[in-house]
């Protein structure tokens, strides 16, 4: 383990997030919040304190290999969610600490998780930062050094791999920096878009921004307590399902549609199965709707966006779920599950997964009924390798395990067994919000000190795909 370069790539990182941290600054400036700013000074000095002691000498073997690159990421991202808390804690604005980290863990990791009660009463620019790590953590703080540093190319797959989603990394162009830069060119140019159209909703800038970042990570964070349903609009509600689902796409078919090669868009198969899944589980829900006495306007208007918002992960909501049908809520799990595309800023299993996964089924069962037979796992027509489908089925299995043993351990506080589950299942899978006390309508405040960190390490698990902080646990067995 080359522990020298695992710090130097700490370093790297946490000098950028001191960077993002100073926006805040300006956004209290604007709004004439001057008694917060030394609650954001401080933590920027703490980071540049520490990424310069671990930048200040370049290491002399700068090799990076899987581990190195597991473990950088994995530290990292505790690390800046430590140091992310300090602002809320400083203010006041969450006093607790464990509740501060909580929320941070809860931003960058896109999920949307929320402790605090009465949103509304935050400043303008503790929300403004609490919105702003899910945009930093949806394409990755990592992803976002690489786009603006030199760096050996052969370094930078490891890193790629730690923290993008999916079972399978590549890169678009022959140089990994290139990549990154091409990747948040065009995350930048969706957000802003989002933006513009928000305004011409009739959101105020700064609301436009806070939810066009939430939107961006897919997170869910927003300036009120009800989320979108407090607008009451149509439009809004339709712009942002819209852009959070385009943000559940891979990124790569973006970059494939501005070199013109439109046939390897419209031919991916996860992509297809990704917008199928989304109308099948919208009528099916409108359906459950319909039966429970809403108009067909509001049944689709409704059906739709929380379809959306669950598949993506993003945890917005326009309509209180808990008084559904149960077979539109149980259908809401099952995506929360599912997730969106691989590459893609959404959580859970990601859809290419679960199609691997149902195809390495589907196989074992013509296999039983016909021992000779030979059939290959294909995606896109081609052949699945077998360390991804291998990777694909490992994944699936630890998910499963560590979701089991959250559950038991969540299960120590005072909720019911569905409750518990369904915490770990929205942190999990990077959602935001469950059922019961954890529904749309409510928040996980009411969660011991034991039970908030067990969610916390639940939803860096989800976003960094369970590896990286396994090899953080114990490297040297690996």
Request: charged share 15%; proline share 2%.
């Amino acid at each position: 383990m080359n522990y020298r370069m695992v710090l130097y790539i700490m370093g790297q990182i946490l000098k950028v997030v001191a960077l993002c941290m100073m926006l805040p600054i300006i956004v209290g400036l604007i709004y004439g919040e001057h008694h917060l700013l030394a609650s954001f000074l401080i933590p920027v000095g703490i980071t540049l304190v520490i990424a310069y002691a671990f930048t200040w000498r370049k290491p002399k073997n700068n090799a990076v290999f899987s581990m190195e690159g597991f473990v950088s990421v994995a530290a990292s991202w505790i690390t800046m969610s430590a140091i992310g808390a300090l602002p809320f804690v400083i203010s006041g604005e969450i006093p607790n600490y464990i509740n501060a980290l909580f929320e941070t863990v809860s931003g960058f990791t896109t999920t949307g998780a929320t402790i605090l009660s009465d949103v509304e009463s935050m400043s303008k620019s503790m929300m403004f930062w609490r919105a702003f790590t899910h945009w930093l953590g949806g394409m990755g703080v990592l992803m976002f050094v690489l786009a603006i540093m030199s760096s050996n190319d052969s370094r930078t797959m490891h890193m790629m791999r730690a923290e993008c989603a999916g079972p399978n990394v590549g890169r678009l162009v022959s140089k990994s920096k290139f990549s990154a830069r091409i990747l948040y060119g065009i995350y930048i140019t969706l957000t802003v878009s989002e933006m513009i159209m928000l305004k011409l909703g009739g959101m105020s800038f700064y609301d436009a921004v806070i939810h066009a970042c939430s939107s961006a990570g897919t997170g869910g964070f927003s300036c009120w307590g009800d989320s979108i349903g407090h607008y009451n609009s149509l439009y809004i509600e339709m712009v942002i399902a819209v852009f959070i689902i385009l943000f559940g796409v891979n990124f790569n078919l973006y970059y494939y549609l501005l070199i013109r090669k439109f046939s390897l868009t419209f031919k991916n198969e996860e992509v297809r199965t990704y917008f199928s899944i989304i109308g099948i589980a919208t009528i099916l829900i409108a359906a459950s709707l319909l039966r429970a006495s809403e108009s067909i306007g509001d049944a689709f208007r409704h059906s739709f966006f929380m379809v959306a918002s669950t598949i993506t992960s993003a945890g917005f909501s326009n309509t209180d779920t808990t008084d559904w049908p149960v077979f539109a809520q149980t259908l809401l799990l099952v995506l929360m599950f599912i997730g969106s595309c691989a590459g893609s800023t959404g959580g859970g299993m990601k859809v290419a997964r679960i199609m691997i996964i149902v195809k390495t089924g589907i196989k074992e069962l013509k296999y039983i009924v016909s021992p000779r037979t030979v059939a290959a796992i294909k995606m896109d027509g081609k052949p699945v390798e077998k360390d991804v489908v291998r990777g694909a089925s490992n994944y699936f299995i630890l998910f499963m395990m560590l979701m089991a043993m959250s559950i038991l351990l969540v299960s120590l506080d005072k909720y019911s067994i569905e409750e518990s589950a369904s915490a770990v299942i929205t942190c999990m899978n990077n959602i935001g919000f469950g059922v019961g006390h954890f529904s749309t309508a409510g928040n996980l405040g009411g969660l011991n000190a034991f039970s908030k960190i067990v969610l916390c390490f639940d939803m860096l698990l989800g976003r960094l795909e369970i590896y990286p902080i396994i090899m953080l646990i114990a490297p040297r067995r690996y």
